[in-house]
């Protein structure tokens, strides 16, 4: 029985890294240097601008050829032509910085927030008991549905634009933060109180490590919804900005200049979400 049971012994080679791998569930050298292509910030730079290219190019092709009248899809030389125009003006530029302002305030502010409530109710049964269920229902109400209330107490200032684009990243942040921190792993947080870990100690050494990517991964869905929630409050009392932009260029049958708003809007809601991008790199460093 034993010379058979020898007889089917397998001899793994000397170079045989690619089984050891498999054995011990780390990745395959194949598989681990494709991963490696794909995380090149260069490559994914060229692939991520493959498909916005494409859409360009049929872009051109369809405006040019006739296929789309132009008083409803503008060639792309007329939408940067109308940014020219504009900006010569010196009007593209007071636009953008007033709505990168307002949002980046209201971001702010609507987030902080939501760090201090999801904190209150992920680790208090208290909190959670008395906020949670109205939180719920506030979250179920539409973003326009606050905008008359918030012009009859604010009027049609800054504070009113400000203060709805906080409500929109709040929720996202304390929804994601305050759920995650609900589910941090009980064992982790025993063996920091055997270590005689309390309160913002605890917090600050465990739980929030444990939270770091719902955090962002909270900031980010936040800082979406500002750009979201900054057109809704722009379009219906704002003199200035990339959404008084959009609803004059409405008003005066301007397709370029909407078309050019609309495509300020996806480059500046990209070029925030890059830099919280940097940040977590950097959290992640920091706390994990």
Do not use: C
Request: net charge positive; aromatic share 6%; glycine share 8%.
């Amino acid at each position: 029985m034993s010379a058979s049971l020898a007889d089917q012994r397998v001899t793994v080679p000397a170079d045989s890294d690619d089984a050891r791998a498999f054995a011990s569930g780390r990745p395959r050298r194949a598989d681990a240097a494709s991963r490696g292509i794909w995380d090149r910030t260069g490559v994914r730079i060229v692939a991520g601008a493959l498909l916005p290219a494409v859409i360009l190019v049929i872009w051109h092709v369809v405006t040019t050829s006739g296929l789309v009248p132009a008083y409803r899809l503008p060639t792309p030389e007329s939408v940067f032509r109308a940014g020219v125009e504009l900006a010569e003006r010196g009007q593209l530029w007071t636009h953008i910085a007033i709505s990168v302002q307002r949002v980046l305030l209201g971001f702010a502010i609507g987030s902080l927030i939501g760090l201090v409530i999801a904190a209150v109710v992920g680790l208090s049964k208290l909190g959670d008991v008395l906020l949670s269920p109205t939180l719920a229902a506030l979250r179920a109400v539409p973003s326009l549905a606050w905008v008359p209330l918030l012009i009859l107490w604010m009027q049609i200032g800054e504070e009113s634009k400000v203060t709805l684009i906080a409500i929109g990243a709040f929720f996202p942040v304390y929804t994601t933060v305050a759920d995650a921190l609900r589910h941090v792993d009980p064992h982790l947080v025993e063996a920091g109180r055997s270590f005689s870990l309390r309160g913002w100690s605890l917090f600050r050494t465990v739980q929030l490590p444990a939270v770091i990517p719902s955090v962002i991964s909270g900031l980010r869905l936040a800082l979406a919804q500002s750009w979201l929630f900054l057109v809704a409050a722009e379009l219906i009392a704002s003199s200035m900005g990339l959404g008084f932009l959009l609803d004059d260029s409405q008003n005066n049958g301007r397709v370029d200049r909407i078309l050019l708003a609309i495509v300020l809007l996806a480059l500046l809601g990209t070029l925030t979400n890059t830099i919280l991008g940097l940040i977590e790199k950097y959290l992640l460093r920091r706390w994990t």
